[in-house]
């Protein structure tokens, strides 16, 4: 996530409407002047995870109107501030210590097409985190800004083991019928627990100051628009349980007030942003089903231009009264699926990923009885069924 959190869109637009409104109840008009550009100032994010390949520290400047920042860029990884349309700094020192050492580890800056992208990156290799060590940042710009910050890792139960945190479980979950009860052995030096679900909306966290903790199969995502569901039929998504530091924890809890720029807790000096650390407890896979109760609840067969054969699970995620929210999956290849149902109309669209937003192939038909019937849209793979039959799961 972002240090620099909210739709910067709405919030000129609500900066905009605040400022008409007040001219218009003050009954006066504003005289013309010239606002300086505020300074910029650096932006961190690095959250160290015990037992993760690599640390990533992620450097970037507040936005200050300086840059014209191009926001249709598909988000990379690789590249993440750029193409989550912030301003990269490029060329820094940055370095990871551990205990007493006040040299620490040079991080190596990602590169994507010949330009920094402001992602540094130390392995494991040059330096392993351990849950209970105290360790430091120290990032020089090529300006000579600095910025410095330290955290304790929290530390792990006894007989904890990174290889066997980070490997998920399977984890089965009608969505009907059970509850996920959540139960974890836990570890000092921690300041509490996050449970973490990945959704195509994007994620769901709460902390958790207890050792246990139950999902609701009809839990919502209050951190999406719309309120989705958190578990969606025919998904398997990936739930984290971890341990978090202080920074982490107030970071997160606390917001940055678009205007003023103020109520955000930092935890680095010279900078704003996050420095923190987190053990991983246990991951799993939560491969989510439902009762079949509406018509379209069941699996479609049809033969792909290729003439493979395709098989789609689908459900009613979501009922309403005039279109009802879909999901399912594709099952080989594995794929991911969302859609809409408004009477017999059915729109499809098959994720190349687990986003929402990674649209693959969407497919329009109609359903009658045991058919589902339809075509492709043509700015997207077309080589899909365009006749499924109704099977048994």
């Known amino acids: 996530m972002s240090p620099l959190r909210g739709d910067r869109r709405a919030r000129r637009a609500h900066a905009t409407t605040l400022l008409a409104a007040t001219a218009w109840l003050a009954g006066c008009e504003f005289g013309k002047a010239v606002i300086p550009t505020p300074t910029p100032r650096l932006v961190v994010h690095a959250v160290l995870n015990a037992g993760a390949a690599e640390q990533i520290v992620l450097l970037e400047s507040s936005l200050t109107g300086r840059v014209a920042v191009d926001d249709s860029l598909a988000f990379d990884p690789l590249d993440p501030i750029r193409t989550a349309g912030g301003e990269p700094v490029e060329g820094a ?3 990871l210590a551990s205990g007493t050492d006040t040299v620490g580890v040079l ?36 300006d000579g800004r600095v910025v410095t910050g330290a955290t304790t890792v929290p530390g792990a139960p006894a007989g904890w083991n990174a290889t066997a945190a980070l490997t998920s479980q399977p984890l089965p979950f009608n969505r009907d019928a059970d509850a996920l009860r959540l139960a974890w052995t836990g570890a000092a ?35 999406a628009p719309g309120l989705p569901h958190v578990f969606l039929p025919g998904f398997t998504q990936p739930l984290s349980i971890t341990s978090v530091d202080r920074n982490f924890y107030d970071y997160n809890r606390s917001g940055n007030d678009p205007f003023g720029g103020t109520g955000l807790i930092s935890s680095v000096t010279g900078g704003l942003g996050l420095f923190g650390s987190l053990v991983v407890l246990g991951t799993y896979e939560v491969s989510t089903t439902r009762d079949d109760r509406a018509t379209i609840d069941a699996r479609w067969t049809g033969t792909a231009a290729t003439g493979a054969t395709v098989d789609l699970d689908l459900w009613v995620d979501d009922p309403g009264p005039t279109a009802s929210a879909l999901s399912g999956r594709q099952r080989a290849p594995r794929r991911y699926i969302l859609g809409i149902l408004t009477g017999e109309t059915v729109r499809l669209a098959t994720l190349a990923g687990t986003s929402s937003a990674d649209t693959l192939a969407f497919f329009t038909g109609r359903l009658a009885g045991d058919t589902l019937v339809g075509t492709y849209d043509r700015r997207f793979d077309t080589g899909g069924p365009t006749r499924f039959r109704r099977a048994p799961r």
């Not at 985190?129 to 090529?142: E, F, N, S």
């Not at 959704?199 to 199969?217: I, K, R, V």
């Open 93 to 95: 020192e940055v370095r």
């Open 107 to 142: 991080a190596s800056e990602t590169r994507v097409r010949g330009r920094g992208t402001g992602r540094y990156v130390v392995s494991r290799a040059q330096l392993a985190i351990v849950p209970g060590t105290p360790y430091t940042l120290r990032i020089r710009t090529r």
């Open 189 to 223: 030096g921690g300041r509490i627990y996050a449970v973490r679900v990945e959704t195509p909306f994007g994620p769901w966290a709460l902390f958790s100051d207890s050792t246990a903790f139950t999902l609701s199969g009809a839990l919502r995502n209050f951190l």
